[in-house]
């Protein structure tokens, strides 16, 4: 091809396919100027331009535009990947035809004194033109056109810094990463997809798009200054088919919720979208928060799963729970509810002008008046051994401290255990005084081997006047050592009810704001380790069945004291049928399934009677 000069002062793309043109004899344009036409031998021959390159480039790139917000971020790669290899295609026909060559040094081997010929970029992001003078001396004309070859569309991850670093082309934004950047409303927690599109040579001047790869209807867009002071802040704009963002809060409406095709004139009338046109699930966002603080990133409108892995939680939350957070313009207000204790729900703020998030609040509701209260736990290896105490505090919002010590009567008991007794302990709750309970462990590890001093310690270092509730749960050992129920009026701690009422009178002339509410025994399936003699068809060696201490038990405390009492007996739902699944040897509860069982049924009588 015969050049006939150098055009080294334009720069506009239509000089330069006029360039082209001129530079190919015996060649003619098609009329859309995307290849060119040769007869030879009356064949006729079509070679793509570089203007048809470009066009193919450009047809794949609005392609994969088009269908972006419905894509997934990784289908999107793929795609565009597919893309720049159909590109890439047509830029080795182009290269074969003559047009444009791999690297000057190609070109400058087939191209004769005066040519023009074209070189795409080290970086594929540009078409050079150079013009041969001389054998082996290609100059640059500085003309440059863009190139939709090779790795256009997906540069890669962009690194922690400024977005302005991007490069020409989609980079990937990593929520590992931390950019100073970013739109004050987009939540670090996500990844998204950066365009960089540069409109000047000296690539100083770009149009920026961001969006999420999860949510791609959601579309930032800002101008950026390179050189200068000149960037722009960021703007949200709706994407293809979204829901405008001056109606609708973001992600109020996602394409996964409602399909474009399903808003017809008989679900939506007026323009309105009601309640009872959206699913249940609506306000469900689809997060699963892990691993996060919650102080320092806001969740975003709408409800989310909570994963215990996260930090700045309630602390009585210790499993997964649901975080709903609302936001209306300066405010935020984040509500959070225990997934396995559901009692356990609690809420903070945030608005402008405020650091950071107030303290966790206990909502109100059915346990609210629990809440910051202390209750203390008296009872045999039930209590002491299991961790029914613990469960109750977590349906109710308190604190529970358990004094339980295994094989304690509420009446007299053998010289062994007689300082363990649940009379006893309300003596020395009364007189504090607690010698004759110390030398009782003493005395039980010395001889048996059996330590009890971490509850002995909690009931010694315990202050009472910061008790409000004591629940005391005796009866089964009373029955398995043949104490006689007296009755109301009796004063001996020989009998169950005269242990009961010199238990009440000692602990409330002392401590008279302290609530007390007794638990009577529940079902056993045996007397002795493996007799099979259960509680309902056997009484113990004085005659008296289980179920009549219960019985003694409450009718002392409700009649002589006014106290409330719980009738595990009759209400546990522990049986001969089921004694196998609560109890771990017919007589203790089997973890987790007897204590909770357990805990439920205490924690609903407290919330029933105080």
Known sequence: MAGTGNPIGSTAFADFEYNVGVAVDNWTNSTDNTVLLRTISGVQREVPTLNGIVQQGQNAIQAIQDDFDA???????????????????????????????????????????????????????????????????????????????????????????????????????????????????WLSIRDGYLSTDFYDTEKRFA??????????????????????????????????????????????????????????????????????????????????????????????????????????????????????????????????????VPELSYWRIAAYGIPSFTEWTRSSGGASSFVDKTAFFLGDSITQNGDYPARVAARLGCTAVNGGIGGSRLAEHNPTYAPFSGYKIAQYINSGVYTELQQGADDLLANEGLNIQPQVDRIKNQDWNQVDYIIMFYGTNDYGGDVALGTN????????????????????????????????????????????????????????????????????????????????????????????????????????????LLADKVASFMQSVY
Not at 294 to 321: E, F, M, Q, R, Y
Not at 519 to 537: H, L
């Open 207 to 340: 149009i920026q798009v961001l969006r999420y790869a999860d949510n791609p209807n959601q579309i930032w867009v800002r101008k950026s200054d390179n050189f200068s002071s000149g960037t722009t802040g960021w703007v949200k704009i709706s994407g293809t088919d979204s829901v405008a963002t001056d109606q609708l809060k973001f992600r109020s409406v996602t394409r996964d919720k409602i399909a474009i095709k399903a808003i017809v004139e008989a679900l939506i009338e007026d323009n309105e979208i009601s309640r009872a046109k959206l699913k249940s699930e609506f306000l469900y966002s689809g997060s699963v928060l892990d691993g996060i603080d919650l102080n320092s990133a806001k969740l975003g409108d709408g409800t989310h799963i909570v994963l215990n892995t996260c930090t700045n939680i309630p602390s009585s939350i210790s499993g997964s729970s649901i975080a709903e957070e609302s936001n209306a313009g300066a405010w935020t207000i984040q509500r959070i509810t225990s997934l396995d």
């Open 489 to 596: 009026a009796d004063t001996d701690p020989a009998t169950l009810k005269g242990a009961l009422n010199v238990a009440v009178q000692n602990i409330l002339t002392a401590y008279p704001h302290i609530r007390i509410a007794f638990v009577g025994p529940m079902y056993r399936d045996r007397f002795f380790a493996g007799d099979g003699e259960n509680s309902d068809d056997f009484t113990n060696t004085a005659g008296i069945k289980l179920v009549e201490y219960g019985d003694a038990i409450m009718d002392a405390a409700n009649n002589n004291h006014h106290l409330p009492a719980l009738d595990l007996y009759r209400t546990s739902g522990v049986n001969r049928y089921t004694a196998d699944t609560y109890l771990v040897d017919g007589l203790h509860p089997k973890a987790p399934a007897g204590y909770q």
């Open 71 to 185: 894509a997934q971020a990784g289908q999107f790669v793929a795609d565009s990947e597919a893309a720049a290899d159909r590109a890439e295609t047509a830029a080795d026909v182009a290269m074969t035809a003559g047009l444009v060559y791999p690297d000057v040094a190609s070109g400058e081997a087939a191209r004769v004194d005066g040519d023009y010929f074209w070189v795409v970029s080290a970086n594929d992001s540009e078409v050079l033109e150079l013009w041969l003078m001389g054998a082996t001396n290609a100059t640059d004309t500085g003309k440059r056109t863009v190139s939709y070859t090779g790795s256009y569309l997906f540069k890669g991850t962009l690194a922690s810094g400024s977005l302005r670093d991007a490069e020409y082309g989609f980079m990937l934004v990593s929520s590992a990463n931390t950019y100073s950047d970013l739109p004050t409303d």
